[in-house]
């Protein structure tokens, strides 16, 4: 697209994808800074580091800011150590990576090959040890090959290893405890228990394992005997550190943590103190912790779903303030909905979560008697939105603006001078999705789950069959479908409404009164079903993927999976399937699939599409967005320049996609072009001043943007 301004022309260049399309990049939108389970982590030399699932590393130097450092594995990692100035990891099917932040990580090949799983790493000045699963033990010394230790006289199941007072200790399942000097011959020692032991730490030249139920050893003279220790719960412990609080007028601190249990106190004799209850007056979110680290301030904790807690000491001798790093909701989400304008996503304990650009996510308030309902379905139109959940609850919000004023420091350039103004703005803001109010009456107790909207009637279905129909979200008409199946979805379509449920069931209606029954073909529960520019795609139960051009006539796809499917989409030509487990799929035409790589394991269980962005979402607040057609045109829709005295000034106005990436050239021939700059589009547009330190005039100047994908 060519432009013709004064004294310049403006090129905008369309890209396409490349022969080989580029795989998906999926980013984390919620939780924060990630949502993967963190089974270890590590701090050294200002670097903090979490290995995760689905072979996921992140590393950060401030604890808010944690970027992804390549793997080269999908397999989940359990364990992390430091060999300097290298980091050694271990992980699922005899794993183990050796690296670091500046050349990335290489796969460590094993003699012999396993697929055990190596739950854990140590490090002494000649040796490294890894040791998992089938009392597999591999060492490598010196940075050499890694080698299978054979020859052991136990075959207990490892899970955790250390090095400290020249020895290592390996702990296992059934309280089993091995030294070891050499990392080649091991020696079991007596724990006096027979609970999984979990992890093994060394701390001020004593060893301390953690285990299940509670369990606490620990070993002052290189693991030959072990004391016990009570801590006063009964849940599993996985982790343990011990840090000494500035000042050294006061005694360390040691800290466990584990499925739901966070506990501290003052070493070595003091009590444990409960860190999420009451008795804290900033409690830790109840949780499932799996590593923590003292960085000499601070403990760190992470655990399931990238939960990351830290301490603050207020002075007291044995009690911390905690707060959450990154705050994130993690309600499960069941459906995500896409407006015009923004996103609205629905889930446990009355969750509704609103986001203008599918990156930036805010709680919204709904009303008290719906604070501890599940939220199953969302659904509606620019005009109004309603909300369905348990027990035949129903919730409205309907478009409403109202003015807000707003004080904004505007920066403009004219006259080869820059101005800073202090603007007072009256601003209308809409009320939709953001105000709700609850249905009473409710029209039924039971379920409803499905949520659609034609023409401004408002379509709800749920369990027994159950139809409700409104076109204000006040007043609501009931029907109930013969066969009274369970319904968990309903769409609009060309055809009218569809609705899909339990025993495969697929029932058709014009007027959404009266519903005809569809043969699909199967009794798997058919759970969702979408409309696309062909016709309808449903997904379900063990895999199921149904297509139909009419709603009459359904075709099974084989969809290469069994696990339950729960929404679909269409992004341009593609199509995309979410479900359990992590499972994404994708096709250009309904009849093949083939499954997505995504850095989570995690349960999906709704999508949504908007301007070219993709949002998945699921348990435990997971929200997840990828540009499946980031090959796209960015236009320069404004433009000025500015002759000055000692620069010429350019100011560029672009519009695109949301996290789009390209880049500006600028050529004075159209023959050979200069590289500007790289950008990445934080909103639907972007500003651009251009300051070129030469003064001097030129006849004609060409830009151009260039798309750069993902």
Request: hydrophobic share 40%; proline share 5%.
């Amino acid at each position: 697209m060519f432009c013709r301004l004064p004294s310049l022309l403006l090129l905008c260049v369309a890209g396409g994808l490349a022969a080989d399309e580029p795989p998906l990049p999926w980013r984390w939108s919620n939780p924060l800074p990630h949502g993967n389970n963190v089974y270890d982590q590590a701090f050294r030399n200002g670097t903090y580091w979490q290995v995760t699932d689905r072979g996921q590393v992140y590393a950060s130097g401030n604890r808010f800011q944690w970027n992804l450092v390549g793997s080269g594995t999908t397999n989940t990692l359990r364990g992390i150590a430091f060999a300097d100035p290298q980091v050694i990891l271990c992980g699922a099917g005899g794993t183990i990576l050796r690296g670091s932040l500046a050349d990335g990580f290489q796969v460590e090949p094993l003699s012999p090959p396993t697929t055990d799983w190596l739950e854990a790493v140590a490090v002494s000045p000649s040796v490294a040890v890894a040791v998992g699963d089938n009392a597999a033990i591999y060492r490598s010394p010196a940075g050499g090959p890694w080698q299978r230790v054979t020859g052991l006289s136990f075959t207990n199941w490892l899970r955790g290893v250390a090095f400290g007072d020249n020895t290592f200790v390996a702990v296992g399942e059934n309280g089993h405890i091995a030294t070891s000097t050499d990392g080649r011959s091991w020696r079991t020692r007596s724990s006096g228990t027979t609970s999984n032991l979990n992890r093994v730490f060394f701390v001020d030249g004593t060893f301390v394992v953690v285990g299940d139920a509670g369990m606490l050893l620990t070993s002052v003279n290189s693991g030959t005997n072990w004391q016990r220790t009570t801590t006063g719960t009964t849940g599993d412990l996985y982790s343990f550190a011990q840090g000494t609080p500035p000042g050294g007028s006061r005694q360390p601190w040691q800290l466990l943590a584990g499925d739901n249990t966070l506990l501290l106190r003052s070493a070595p004799n003091g009590p444990w103190r409960d860190q999420l209850g009451t008795d804290n007056p900033l409690p830790a979110p109840t949780w499932s912790y799996y590593a923590t680290v003292w960085d000499g301030d601070t403990f760190l904790v992470s655990g399931r779903t990238g939960m990351l807690v830290e301490s603050l000491d207020f002075g007291s001798n044995d009690q911390l303030l905690w707060f959450e790093t990154l705050e994130s909701p993690r309600d499960w989400l069941w459906e995500v909905k896409a407006l015009p304008d923004q996103y609205l996503a629905v889930g446990d304990r009355g969750t509704v979560l609103s986001s203008a650009n599918g990156i930036t996510w805010y709680r919204e308030g709904v009303p008290t008697e719906l604070e501890n309902t599940l939220l199953l379905g969302v659904g509606g139109s620019t005009n109004l939105i309603v909300v369905a959940g348990s027990d035949g609850r129903l919730m409205w919000s309907a478009s409403e603006l109202v003015n807000v004023v707003e004080t904004n420091t505007l920066v403009d350039f004219s006259d080869c001078l820059w101005q800073t103004n202090v603007v007072v703005q009256t601003n209308q803001m809409d009320l939709l999705g953001l105000v709700w109010k609850a249905v009473e009456p409710r029209p039924t107790t039971n379920t409803l789950q499905g949520v659609c909207e034609r023409d401004g009637l408002i379509v709800v279905v749920g369990d027994q069959g159950t139809v409700l129909t409104s076109t204000n979200g006040t007043n609501w008409n009931r029907y109930l479908v013969p066969e009274a199946p369970n319904f968990s979805s309903v769409a609009v379509w060309s055809g009218g409404f569809i609705a899909t449920g339990d025993r495969g069931a697929i029932h058709a209606s014009e007027d959404a009164i009266t519903w005809h029954p569809r043969t699909s073909g199967t009794t798997n529960w058919v759970y969702r079903v979408r409309p696309t520019l062909e016709g309808l795609l449903a997904v379900g139960q063990n895999g199921l993927i149904l297509i139909s051009p009419d709603g009459l006539e359904w075709t099974h796809r084989p969809s290469g999976t069994t696990a339950w499917l729960t929404d679909a989409a269409q992004v341009g030509d593609r199509y995309y399937v979410s479900g359990a487990q992590g499972t994404l799929l994708t096709s250009t035409n309904g009849v093949e699939w083939r499954p997505l790589p995504v850095q989570t394991a995690k349960s999906f269980y709704g999508m949504a599409t908007r301007r070219g962005q993709l949002l998945t979402v699921g348990v435990e607040g997971l929200i997840m967005r990828a540009l499946p057609d980031a090959w796209n045109d960015v236009e320069i829709i404004d433009y000025k320049h500015f002759e000055c005295d000692t620069a010429r000034v350019d100011f560029l106005r672009f519009a695109g996609r949301i996290e789009q990436k390209f880049a500006l050239e600028c050529s004075a021939d159209l023959a050979q072009w200069k590289h500007v700059s790289d950008f990445t589009f934080d909103e639907e547009e972007f500003s651009y001043w251009l300051v070129r330190t030469n003064s001097s005039a030129i006849p004609s100047e060409f830009f151009r943007t260039v798309p750069k994908g993902p």
